[in-house]
């Protein structure tokens, strides 16, 4: 038989339109070794508080939705567990420098606009018809970024980033590894394109190396690499303007 035991759970609780500041509110949930921090939730909103508001979609650490702080790490809540933290509570916040639309629920408008701004898709050196068929690619050129096209845009690595944190302007560890992606794809000819991205004030270089980003990712991402990789690139692009002769092709 499968033991039921019983956990507090502390969420923060914020409803702009009556609340001035965030607080704390606890709930007593029973559960059971196989429960996850998401289902928690849904129980509270299920039997103890329809009010509680919290995003999740999947619950197979695949969407990305469900990321919130727990006990004051970012994490994917559906990919956490209740038994991991009892007999203490677990305290649930909404992830770290987002602006919280309501309770757990955090505006991601930044976010998009940063992924936007970076190019997240293939661009072609030369457009092909469906008659010319596939663009070709060896296993070894897809091993060149697969990694980081497992990224599910949790932004896990934003509440986790101290740099985020300080200068919203940042472009953030997950939109600089997805750009690292693109660039990385033997199918695309758009690094010229998203050099401005790199290169900027708010690009790779706006980047202190911390490297929690990648501790915290739930897929392996590893964006703090992408971006190390990435100020390679923006050093070799520097140099070979600065030595390319004044009007040269």
Same mark, same amino acid.
């Given at each position: 038989? +499968? @033991?039921?035991?019983?956990?507090?759970?502390?969420?923060?609780?914020?409803?702009? /339109? =009556?609340?001035?500041?965030?607080?704390?509110?606890?709930?007593?949930?029973?559960?059971?070794?196989?429960?996850?921090?998401?289902?928690?939730?849904?129980?509270?909103?299920?039997?103890?508080?329809?009010?509680?508001?919290?995003?999740?979609?999947?619950?197979?650490?695949?969407? %990305?939705?469900?990321?919130?702080?727990?006990? %004051?790490?970012?994490?994917?809540?559906?990919? +956490?567990?209740?038994?991991?933290?009892?007999?203490?509570? &677990?305290?649930?916040?909404?992830? *770290?420098? !987002?602006?919280?639309?309501?309770?757990?629920?955090?505006? /991601? =408008?930044? !976010?998009?606009?940063?992924?936007?701004?970076?190019?997240?898709?293939?661009?072609?050196?030369?457009?092909? +018809?469906?008659?010319?068929? $596939?663009?070709?690619? @060896?296993?070894?050129?897809?091993?060149?970024?697969? /990694? #980081?096209?497992?990224?599910?845009?949790?932004?896990?690595?934003?509440?986790?980033?101290?740099? #985020?944190?300080?200068?919203?302007?940042?472009? %953030?560890?997950?939109?600089?590894?997805?750009?690292?992606?693109?660039?990385?794809?033997?199918?695309?000819?758009?690094?010229?394109?998203?050099?401005?991205?790199?290169?900027?004030?708010?690009?790779?270089? %706006?980047? =202190?190396?911390?490297?929690?980003?990648?501790? &915290?990712?739930?897929?392996?991402?590893?964006?703090?690499?992408?971006?190390?990789?990435?100020?390679? *690139?923006? $050093?070799?692009? #520097? !140099?070979?303007?600065?030595?390319?002769?004044?009007?040269?092709?």
């Amino acid at each position: 038989m +499968t @033991t039921t035991r019983i956990i507090e759970i502390e969420c923060q609780r914020f409803n702009p /339109q =009556t609340d001035s500041e965030p607080h704390f509110q606890s709930y007593q949930v029973p559960f059971s070794e196989e429960m996850s921090v998401l289902q928690g939730l849904q129980y509270i909103k299920d039997h103890l508080d329809g009010s509680l508001t919290f995003r999740w979609s999947c619950r197979m650490a695949i969407c %990305g939705s469900c990321g919130s702080m727990v006990n %004051g790490v970012p994490q994917l809540s559906c990919h +956490t567990f209740l038994r991991d933290y009892f007999p203490d509570k &677990v305290r649930i916040e909404p992830l *770290n420098h !987002f602006p919280v639309l309501r309770d757990l629920a955090i505006d /991601q =408008t930044d !976010f998009l606009a940063k992924l936007e701004s970076v190019k997240p898709y293939l661009i072609p050196d030369t457009e092909k +018809t469906p008659a010319q068929g $596939t663009y070709l690619q @060896t296993p070894q050129q897809m091993d060149e970024y697969y /990694q #980081y096209s497992e990224c599910i845009n949790c932004l896990l690595c934003y509440a986790a980033c101290p740099q #985020y944190g300080l200068n919203k302007e940042f472009t %953030g560890p997950a939109a600089l590894a997805l750009l690292h992606r693109y660039n990385a794809d033997s199918r695309d000819a758009g690094s010229a394109e998203r050099m401005e991205v790199i290169n900027g004030e708010n690009g790779v270089w %706006g980047c =202190t190396l911390v490297s929690y980003c990648s501790e &915290v990712c739930p897929k392996g991402v590893d964006p703090a690499r992408a971006i190390n990789q990435n100020k390679i *690139n923006s $050093t070799k692009d #520097y !140099f070979l303007r600065f030595l390319q002769p004044r009007g040269g092709k």
